[in-house]
């Protein structure tokens, strides 16, 4: 395995996402970053990257794939660039260009015969590296291959690439679509939005009379979406001209555009960019805004309502290791010295998932999850009605 890049720090909590400083200077040109994720492998979830990538490429957009699937990439065979080696820049790796797609892929860094033996911190950690050390120029969209799966790399790249959102890939099958149901909450845990559910192998159309014949159980993609509220983008159907061209290297969208399953790709492709266009893609418990309003910090959920939070309810609520024990899990912090009148001095966005700030007191080690202060905002809302009813 070729090793490259600077070490970057592996963070142990699992909901901890960078901030926009921290977006790793290859990403950093990047509009859009989509992870295109499957429950388990097996499900087309790399030949619905490949061609998901070109039909965006197709509609004008610059686009950009990375193959994380650490356990089997599969990217350079697919695109035909078995054995090719990226060049490098310093620390960085350059993306290679296929077809007017960029890509790169941990495949062209591994050997044939180079079994993949990385697993748990270590292919989180070479995951993350291998990340950060990709240098892309400017991308409307970087589609991101993940490894199938809902564990610590799926989740570490999740926390690491700022993702946009995600797309999750399924057959039509209930046992697919059990697993697919996980990677669907894992992305709702780490507040990523999903961009959309895709079902692959949805039926199967005579190239001959253009009837579809649904082969497996059909509409689970679209039930799978229903169930968690997020939207359908499309059905691709098993074609086995989308297999053969995975097969020698070329993508279907290369050889055709005309086909049913090309146009399937286009459909999704024109979907996928109106969806991403209306800049409404918001994890769950993500802050639509924040600001200061009275001296307090005001945040807008994604459904529209709004909390305040006064400075001092939030400095005794602090959860860094100085105002609350690590081995205890007790709060150090003695409310009583917290002035009443404590302010926010700054406060900025942690990824997407959390809101760090700096109070008058000089204290600024608190990292706040928006999941933490949904929670406060509700006890807030008892505690006043307690009042009013005392
Ligand atoms: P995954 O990345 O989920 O493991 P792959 O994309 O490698 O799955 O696909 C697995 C196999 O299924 C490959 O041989 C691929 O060519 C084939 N395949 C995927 N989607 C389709 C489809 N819609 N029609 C026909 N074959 C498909």
């Not at 790169?104 to 590296?129: E, F, H, N, Y």
């Not at 991308?139 to 946009?164: F, K, R």
């Not at 579809?212 to 993609?221: D, E, V």
């Not at 909390?307 to 309810?313: A, H, I, L, R, S």
């Amino acid at each position: 395995m070729t090793t490259f890049g600077e070490d970057l720090q592996m963070s142990d909590d699992k909901t901890r996402r960078p901030s926009r400083q921290e977006v790793p200077r290859g990403l950093a040109k990047v509009s859009n970053i989509i992870a295109v994720a499957s429950g388990k492998g097996g499900v087309g979830k790399s030949t619905v990257s490949t061609n998901f990538a070109m039909a965006l490429l197709k509609t004008g957009a610059k686009v950009g794939l990375l193959d994380a699937d650490i356990y089997g990439p599969s990217q350079p065979a697919m695109l035909g660039a078995v054995g090719k080696r990226p060049e490098m820049r310093g620390d960085y790796l350059i993306p290679m260009e296929r077809h007017g797609l960029k890509f790169m892929s941990l495949g062209l860094l591994m050997t044939d015969d180079q079994p993949v033996i990385w697993r748990g911190p270590m292919a989180s950690k070479m995951i993350q590296q291998f990340l950060g050390n990709v240098l892309w120029d400017d991308l409307d969209y970087l589609i991101i291959d993940l490894p199938p799966g809902s564990g610590d790399v799926q989740i570490t790249l999740a926390q690491q690439a700022q993702l946009t959102g995600a797309v999750i890939v399924t057959t039509p099958q209930q046992v697919a679509l059990g697993v697919a149901k996980k990677g669907l909450q894992m992305f709702e845990t780490v507040n990523v939005p999903i961009v959309g559910v895709i079902e692959n192998m949805s039926g199967f159309t005579c190239p001959k009379c253009g009837e579809n014949t649904p082969i497996f159980k059909s509409g689970g993609g679209e039930k799978l979406a229903a169930d968690f509220k997020v939207d359908f983008l499309g059905s691709i159907p098993l074609d086995p001209e989308l297999m053969a061209c995975g097969d020698d290297g070329t993508p279907l969208l290369v050889k055709t555009t005309d086909s049913s399953s090309a146009k399937a790709f286009i459909h999704l492709a024109k979907t996928f960019k109106e969806k991403v266009a209306k800049g409404a893609l918001l994890g769950k418990n993500e802050a639509r805004n924040m600001e200061m309003a009275n001296g307090n910090l005001e945040v807008e959920w994604p459904e529209g309502t709004k909390n305040e939070f006064t400075p001092y309810n939030l400095r005794i609520n602090c959860g860094c290791a100085l105002c609350i024990s690590e081995d205890t899990g007790q709060r150090i912090l003695d409310p009583k010295q917290v002035p009443l009148d404590i302010k926010i001095g700054a406060f900025e966005r942690v990824g997407r998932y959390a809101v760090t700030m700096s109070f008058s007191d000089g204290h600024n080690t608190g990292i706040y999850k928006f999941d933490m202060l949904r929670e406060l905002a509700k006890k807030q809302k008892d505690s006043s009605r307690e009042s009013f009813s005392v």
